[in-house]
């Protein structure tokens, strides 16, 4: 008899590869994941109240999980360059980070991300090095696509961990490639490119179908009666207006099979994305996902976790594995320095007259596809999740809210504690709420939020 947690697939040559995906760890095995790590500087070493808290939390797991949102290295030595494409905003750490993260307990991070190549290929390059040197396993980038989309294994006392990490937010440059014939691979990240377009009633569909009607170059042989395509941008119709994705194919089925091939070589798979779609503002994950999730648990992940909308969103159990719709932030320590001449220019700032930190509380207030920035207190609200494994399944999931300091002044806000009870219930409560619709059912239980399940 199969064990509980294990899957099969069928080989081309028609062998069942039986257990080649299953879930093999042993009872108690904790996955510990958090959010984007927006963070510029060493935080062990400083005094943080409330933070030494949330350390003992990252501490207690088999597997501490974050996605590092910035590059590492040292600005007096380094030979890259801020680039002319980027993320949003230059995010730049201090090489000290790489032993602080350690330390705070992280052996598991993400990289493929809208700021991956905010300081091109040299930024990417210089924080790997980082990573590496301190023992850090990370995936998403590389120097093609092969690299950037296979998975990366770390050994724990329980058992073998992979780690796969796509982003669908990203910017178009920073998009790996492999060889092709003569042409030489690109360096960049793992993707999952989206096809967006606007849902809208008939009746607006009708109008749009109109304005393209009489604009110049218009012909109408073999055009789709519920799609209108009007200056670049698609129009579906549908009951109610709203965004919608479609995954390129390619792209999915490399990462599905990357996914799968991780998993025959690990105990554990843990599958991540960043994107932010449809936007920071929303509270609720895009149309595609919830079906993309699924087909990767039945490809052999064991929790899929996304993070990029810096808020929360729902939660759902599919099979005995976890899905976080969005995790939120760890950290919002967005002390950011130096800031390059674009975002200067781009936030109508000059060098010569304002400083750094203005154009980041700026970007703040403004926000980077948000409405209304991200001075919204709901961006400093989050959860450290806790996910234990008993019978290769899950049993508990805990939730422990946290806060980033919303309230401080600029210096010293973004760093994370534990919130209080009644914070922590508010945070609990809008997380029921958001996971309502996926039929999950959230405790609150001394300031926690508990997940229990039987495995079955």
């Known amino acids: 008899m199969r064990e509980k947690g294990s899957h099969s697939i069928q080989h081309d040559s028609g062998y069942d590869i039986v257990g080649s995906i299953e879930t093999n760890v042993a009872d108690g095995f904790k996955l510990i994941a958090v959010g984007d790590l927006l963070v510029t500087r060493a935080l062990t070493k400083g005094q943080h109240q409330g933070f030494s808290d949330?350390?003992?939390?990252?501490?207690?797991?088999?597997?501490?999980?974050?996605?590092?949102?910035?590059?590492?290295?040292?600005?007096?030595?380094?030979?890259?360059?801020?680039?002319?494409?980027?993320?949003?905003?230059?995010?730049?750490?201090l090489p000290e980070l790489g032993p602080d993260l350690t330390a705070m307990g992280f052996n598991m991070l993400s990289r493929a991300n809208n700021h991956t190549l905010d300081w091109g290929i040299e930024g990417m390059r210089e924080t790997s090095r980082v990573l590496d040197q301190n023992g850090i396993i990370h995936a998403g980038a590389g120097e093609n696509l092969s690299q950037a989309g296979a998975a990366r294994f770390l050994e724990t006392a329980r058992g073998r961990v992979a780690l796969l990490s796509f982003a669908t937010t990203f910017t178009p440059l920073s998009r790996a490639a492999d060889p092709a014939g003569e042409a030489p691979g690109r360096p960049g990240l793992n993707t999952l490119r989206l096809v967006p377009s606007i849902v809208v009633p008939p009746e607006m569909l009708e109008s749009l179908r109109r304005i393209r009607e009489v604009l110049p170059g218009y012909k109408s042989a073999g055009e789709d009666p519920n799609r209108v395509v009007l200056a670049k941008t698609t129009y579906k119709k549908g009951d109610k207006a709203g965004y919608s994705y479609e995954p390129d194919p390619r792209d999915a089925d490399d990462i599905l099979r990357n996914v799968r091939r991780g998993k025959q070589f690990a105990d554990f798979c843990l599958v991540t994305n960043h994107g932010h779609e449809p936007g920071n503002w929303c509270q609720e994950p895009p149309?595609?996902?919830?079906?993309?999730?699924?087909?990767?648990?039945?490809?052999?992940?064991?929790?899929?976790?996304?993070?990029?909308?810096?808020?929360?969103?729902?939660?759902?159990?599919?099979?005995?594995?976890?899905?976080?719709?969005?995790?939120?932030?760890?950290?919002?320590?967005?002390?950011?320095?130096?800031?390059?001449?674009?975002?200067?220019?781009?936030?109508?700032?000059?060098?010569?007259?304002?400083?750094?930190?203005?154009?980041?509380?700026?970007?703040?207030?403004?926000?980077?596809?948000?409405?209304?920035g991200f001075t919204d207190p709901i961006f400093y609200d989050s959860v450290i999740t806790v996910s234990r494994f008993e019978q290769n399944q899950l049993a508990e999931l805990r939730l422990y809210p946290i806060e980033l300091g919303h309230s401080k002044r600029f210096a010293n806000r973004g760093i994370p504690r534990l919130a209080s009870t009644q914070q922590a219930r508010a945070i609990l409560e809008r997380l029921q709420k958001l996971s309502e619709p996926f039929e999950t059912q959230i405790a609150i239980e001394s300031d926690i939020g508990v997940i229990r399940l039987r495995p079955g």
């Open 287 to 372: 149309d595609y996902e919830q079906a993309f999730a699924h087909r990767l648990i039945d490809a052999g992940a064991d929790a899929y976790i996304v993070h990029g909308p810096h808020q929360l969103r729902g939660i759902e159990i599919y099979k005995g594995r976890p899905i976080f719709y969005s995790v939120g932030n760890f950290t919002f320590d967005n002390l950011q320095t130096p800031v390059g001449a674009d975002m200067f220019a781009a936030y109508g700032k000059d060098p010569r007259v304002h400083t750094d930190a203005e154009v980041t509380v700026d970007e703040m207030v403004v926000g980077f596809q948000t409405a209304p």
């Open 54 to 93: 949330v350390l003992k939390i990252l501490q207690d797991g088999d597997v501490a999980f974050g996605n590092l949102e910035t590059s590492i290295f040292d600005i007096r030595s380094f030979t890259g360059s801020p680039q002319a494409e980027y993320g949003g905003d230059y995010l730049i750490s």
